[in-house]
C-alpha cells in the first residue's frame, strides 16, 4: 500500500477481520488499511468462556475499553469485572488478560500503541507463574 | 501525581470530565489519571445541532470511533456519516472536524497520540478558509 491508498474511514465493511482462538479480531486500525503511524485499533469478539491469557507487549501501551458485555479483566496480578463504557490502562510491557466468564458474547476495543514497534508484538506468559494459576486462587 | 498511584481501571466514577462548548468530555486516559504515555482516551457525548469544527492537532494523530448515534465526519475536505462501530483515521496535522446533525445525542470515543505531545494539543482553523464555508458547499 502507498501512502495515497490508506482509507480515512473504515467500517466493518473495510475492517480486516483475523479469527484468533479467543474470538474474531476486527482490526479498524493498523499499517495497510490506514495511515496508522501511533494508533492500533482492534475490536475483539470474545464468546462465553474464552479468554486471551496472560501476556504483554513489549513495546506498546494499551487500553480495553468494554463495548458489550462483561470483562474479567487483569492488569498483573489485579482483576477487575469491567462492564460497557470501563477501561483497562497496561503500561508497556505489564502483564495482563481478559476472559469472558459471563453468559453472554464480550465485546471489547484493544487500542495499542506505537502501530509500528519493532520485534515481537506479544510474549505469552500464560505457563509461567503466578500467572499459570492466578485464576485458580 | 507519582507513576504509583496511576490507575489501573477506569469508570466513569474515576474519570474526569471537563465541560466543553461542544458537549461534555470524559477523560478515560490522560496522564495524571493512569500512567499514560503513548494513548488519551476521552469519550465525548454531543448534544444535536453542536460540532467541533475544523481543527488539527500538529503532533498527534488520533481516531474517532462512534459508540452511540451518528457522526458528520470530516477529514479534510472528505465528509462521512459514521454510524455506531464505525471510525475515522486522522493522521498527524491533517484538519478535521464532527458535527451532529442528527436529533439524537452522539456520543463518540476521541483517541489520540502520543499522550504527552508537547505544544498546544489542538489549533483551531475553523475561521479559515476552506474550512470556513465547506459546510456551505
Redesign the interface.
Known sequence: MNESS???????REAIVEELPWGPHEW??RPGL??????L?V?VTMPPGKGHSFHRHPL????I?V?EGEAQ?W??T?K?T?TV????????NLVHATFNNSEKPLVF?A?L??ANAPGPPLVDVSLEEPWASLRQQ
Chains 1, 2 share one sequence.
Do not use: C, K, W
Not at 6 to 12: D, G, I, K
Not at 60 to 63: G, N, Y
Not at 85 to 92: E, N, R
Open positions: 490508506a482509507l480515512r474511514f473504515v467500517t466493518n479498524l486500525s490506514v495511515a496508522a503511524d501511533q494508533l485499533l475490536r506498546m501501551e494499551e487500553i475499553y463495548v479483566q492488569v498483573e489485579e477487575r469491567l463504557g470501563q477501561i483497562a490502562h497496561i503500561p508497556v476495543l487500542i500503541s506505537p
